[in-house]
């Protein structure tokens, strides 16, 4: 029982962090997560992205994320925006937010078999599960991208 509050209480503190991020950092977290479940990770520029803020790459795999840190639920229109963008061009799509999603909205995409949707509650639990070093894992990335960029 005790473990189980603390886990509890640690999610919370986790989606507590994300909430305070700046959109940037939010994204820089996300990308952190996917670094440690050893996907390659690639930032958009911003504008021009149609929604997409990163791609993640395996060897046969990739995938676009769309973060959104959001206090508000989640609509439809939002997801149906993102997987307009994505689908054709990526293998999946994951749209992540800090909340949650409205109930058409998950009824919608669970018609859809490339598209994850995660939530503020998942989120925090794969950070607390996975615990990315946004900082460190991330700064690491970009030290390495750039090197890769020098030598080419």
């Known amino acids: 029982m005790q473990q189980c509050l603390q886990a509890e209480r640690l999610r919370m503190q986790r ?6 991020m700046t959109a940037r950092e939010f994204e820089n977290a996300v990308g952190a997560l996917w ?16 929604g ?11 995938v676009a994320v769309q973060c959104k840190k959001y206090k508000k639920v989640v609509g439809e229109h939002l ?26 909205c998950l009824e ?15 989120l925090a639990e794969l950070m607390v599960e996975r615990n990315p070093d946004p900082v460190t894992e991330f700064e690491l990335w970009k030290t390495l991208r750039t090197r890769e960029g020098r030598k080419r």
């Open 79 to 104: 997801v149906r925006e993102f997987y307009g963008s994505f689908v054709g061009v990526f293998q999946r799509g994951f749209f992540v937010t800090t909340s949650t999603y409205t109930e058409p």
């Open 52 to 62: 997409i803020d990163l791609i993640l790459q395996k060897p046969k795999e990739t």
């Open 108 to 122: 919608w995409a669970a018609r859809r078999k490339k598209l994850w949707l995660i939530d503020g509650q998942m």
């Open 15 to 20: 989606l507590d962090g994300l909430l305070g």
């Open 35 to 50: 670094l440690s479940s050893g996907y390659r990770v690639c930032r958009t520029p911003g504008s021009g992205d149609r």
